[in-house]
């Protein structure tokens, strides 16, 4: 392992190890509190222009594989640990997460004090931060962050989502047969792709529907023509990295669809954008919420379900002039669900694929496929 250094926006300056790939990464800093699934989290596309601090002390241990990728590769800008271990020991592995992070040009860097490092983020806020492996001269890493553009300026949209539409067939993680079955398909709907994870739209295949998944830049008029000649059903908005506010080109397009009172999903960036497209501001929360271990209350039933989430920002309160809110977090209030009155369209800020993750938010698909094949109706 070489030296790494890494420095926060506030200056403080931590000194540590690399694995996986060398050389400087800037970005934001955020940290994880699931217990397992590192593959998973670092393939989230969502994490697109941050450094991911995980509060697991140990990670590697279960080495990396083909079937826990969420996307087709990593977007992150590095991976930060307490401990690495460079020795898989699970028999699914097909590599070491270093070899892994190593083909996809991302840092890894460990020993280091991820505990202070945690509690200083939760303390002054998500921060830009430099990571490198390269120099530890301060007014060179400096130069990097004053140089580096800010979460609020960047649209990741280019960089993580589709070029090009695909019918999308594979269905959910079956354990008892640990394979990949597709379910039956039913009515079609339009995943747009905002930076997606590939276990929401294998959740969508699994409730039974068709799935075609488009770019991110798809206009509304050919989603409503398609809508019009019932070739579609419904439309499902999926999760992304970066600011909303950047995105009001795209809050735009979807309005339109609000305004035809198509069926609508909408979880994480997608959940942000309906509340924009309906004339209300989202804004960032001090730290974030990023875990699998998240606890939120179905205001409709009264439950408590722990959900993973991975998010930023959030949709303020006055929502409810246009929306029943559905499901709020515990933690700290924030408003994590809403069902629109104006339309057959719902969202939530949390992530009811759960990979990784619990899987107690999941009936949420069959809600929408439901949703769908009602609309379908004549």
């Known amino acids: 392992m070489r030296p790494c250094y890494l420095y926060l926006e506030n200056g403080i300056f931590f000194e540590a190890e690399s694995f996986g790939a060398q050389g400087t990464a800037c970005g934001e800093i955020v940290f994880?509190?699931?217990?397992?699934?590192?593959?998973?989290?670092?393939?989230?596309?969502?994490?697109?222009?941050?450094?991911?601090?995980f509060t697991m002390p140990e990670i590697g241990v279960v080495g990396v594989n083909e079937n826990d990728l969420e996307s087709r590769g990593v977007f992150a800008r590095a991976v930060i640990t307490r401990n690495y271990q460079d020795e898989p020991s699970n028999y699914r592995s097909e590599g070491s997460l270093s070899g892994f992070l190593k083909t996809n040009g991302i840092l890894g860097i460990c020993s280091i004090d991820t505990r202070a490092l945690t509690k200083l983020i939760r303390k002054e806020g998500a921060m830009m931060a430099v990571a490198s492996t390269e120099t530890k001269e301060l007014s060179e890493i400096?130069?990097?962050?004053?140089?580096?553009?800010r979460m609020d300026r960047v649209n990741f949209l280019d960089e993580v989502g589709t070029k090009k539409a695909y019918r999308h067939s594979?269905?959910?993680?079956?354990?008892?047969?640990?394979?990949?079955e597709k379910a039956d398909v039913g009515k079609k709907v339009i995943a747009i792709d905002f930076g997606a994870k590939f276990n929401i739209f294998n959740s969508l295949v699994q409730a039974g529907l068709e799935v075609e998944v488009v770019p991110y830049d798809t206009k509304a008029d050919e989603i409503i023509r398609r809508f019009e000649a019932r070739e579609i059903g419904g439309v499902f908005l999926s999760n992304g990295p970066g600011d909303p506010m950047v995105l009001k080109g795209l809050a735009a397009e979807i309005a339109k669809l609000v305004k035809?009172?198509?069926?609508?999903?909408?979880?994480?960036?997608?959940?942000?954008l309906l509340a924009i497209a309906h004339g209300y501001e989202t804004f960032k929360l001090k730290f974030g919420h990023h875990g699998a271990n998240q606890p939120v209350k179905n205001c409709e039933t009264g439950v408590v379900e722990i959900t993973s989430q991975?998010?930023?920002?959030?949709?303020?309160e006055n929502i409810e002039e246009v929306a029943e809110i559905t499901h709020v977090?515990?933690?700290?209030?924030?408003?994590?669900?809403?069902?629109?009155?104006?339309?057959?369209?719902?969202?939530?800020?949390?992530?009811?694929?759960?990979?990784?993750?619990?899987?107690?938010?999941?009936?949420?698909?069959?809600?929408?496929?439901?949703?769908?094949?009602?609309?379908?109706?004549?």
């Open 32 to 53: 994880n509190t699931s217990m397992s699934g590192y593959q998973e989290i670092i393939t989230d596309p969502s994490y697109a222009g941050q450094l991911i601090t």
């Open 142 to 149: 400096r130069a990097v962050l004053d140089n580096a553009p």
């Open 170 to 180: 594979q269905g959910a993680w079956n354990h008892n047969t640990q394979r990949f």
């Open 260 to 272: 035809r009172k198509i069926p609508i999903f909408g979880i994480c960036l997608g959940h942000q």
């Open 310 to 316: 991975n998010h930023n920002y959030s949709i303020p």
């Open 329 to 378: 977090n515990l933690f700290d209030g924030t408003i994590e669900g809403v069902r629109y009155r104006d339309a057959p369209i719902f969202s939530v800020q949390h992530h009811p694929e759960a990979s990784p993750g619990p899987h107690e938010s999941g009936y949420l698909f069959k809600q929408f496929a439901d949703s769908v094949l009602e609309s379908a109706k004549p």
